[in-house]
Nanobody
Framework: QVQLVESGGGLVQAGDSLRLSCAASGGAIIDYAMAWFRQAPGKAREFVAA????????TYADSVKGRFTISRDNAKNTLYLQMNTLKPEDTAIYYC??????????????????WGRGTQVTGSS
């Protein structure tokens, strides 16, 4: 069973950049569509971005489109999220998620098979 561990979170100021990583073990992420979700204080978890198993297709929430970039390195078994022009409203715990590759087009709205424990991103104005 694949296990996911996020890293790279921290305290940032508005306009800063940050790159999150999600390292997988116990399985190969090439078998999975991968995604990032986030949960802000007092709010429900929300979809941020997804990437297909070979990285040929990506999807973003409107709130991050043009600022965030999801990518993956299957050889390193790692998922990334490059976050640019951060805003205070990007403050949240960011979670890495994995679902069988065929679920890519639905990953934002289905029950996720594997979650990481999250990494905190705190933005200030």
């Amino acid at each position: 069973q694949v296990q996911l561990v996020e890293s790279g979170g921290g305290l940032v100021q508005a306009g800063d950049s940050l790159r999150l990583s999600c390292a997988a073990s116990g399985g190969a992420i090439i078998d999975y569509a991968m995604a990032w979700f986030r949960q802000a204080p007092g709010k429900a978890r929300e979809f941020v971005a997804a990437i297909s198993w070979m990285g040929s297709s990506t999807t973003y929430a409107d709130s991050v489109k043009g600022r965030f970039t999801i990518s993956r390195d299957n050889a390193k078994n790692t998922l990334y999220l490059q976050m640019n022009t951060l805003k205070p409203e990007d403050t949240a715990i960011y979670y890495c998620a994995a679902s069988p590759a065929d679920n890519y087009s639905r990953i934002s709205r289905i029950k996720i098979d594997h979650w990481g424990r999250g990494t905190q991103v705190t933005g200030s104005s």
